[in-house]
């Protein structure tokens, strides 16, 4: 699994009693906190290639079935990488504050993989390096890595944060009635 969060900071003794204290409106935040992180979710799924790694000279998959000594299955199905993209909400307490984030999450072994893959190519294997000579990938570079997630953090991540600050705002005024 891998995910971007996004965040958003303040009022966060007043979200703590509202957790705490009204269910409901707790219910409802964490619902629209994971409609906006829907806003990132499907940009993400748009940005899966039809192909994981291919030979674009002969026109052939590379990546093909991949099953780890477990039985795992590793390989990339675009179809089945672009359906495990799901919105997620996530509430902590750090330093006696509370966090609220919208996550988008990638569930697919083949799609986690393909997302961090050959981002450290210290090994130099050609399924690394044939994956980032595709696709870009090492930190630092944002609009590469990690695939999938930050082009679509950075395309729509501006839009989720507001939305969330507003569904933070509206629970806070709600509560203070």
Known sequence: ????????TGAAAKIDQIKKFDKELWKGVQRDVKDAAKLVVNEAKSNVPSYGLYNSERGIVSWGQWTSGNGR?????????????????????????????????????????????????????????NINNQAGGYPGKAAFWPRILTPAWYAKGPEASRLIGKTIEDAIDKANR
């Open 1 to 8: 699994m891998w995910y971007i969060d996004v965040n958003v």
């Open 73 to 129: 299955d590793l390989s990339f199905d675009s179809g089945t990488v672009s359906a495990s993209i799901k919105p997620a909400f996530r509430s902590r307490v750090r330093s006696g504050l509370r966090i609220v984030k919208g996550r988008a999450q990638i569930w697919n072994p083949g799609g986690a993989i393909y997302t961090l893959a050959g981002s450290r190519n210290r090994s130099g294997h050609p399924f690394n390096t």
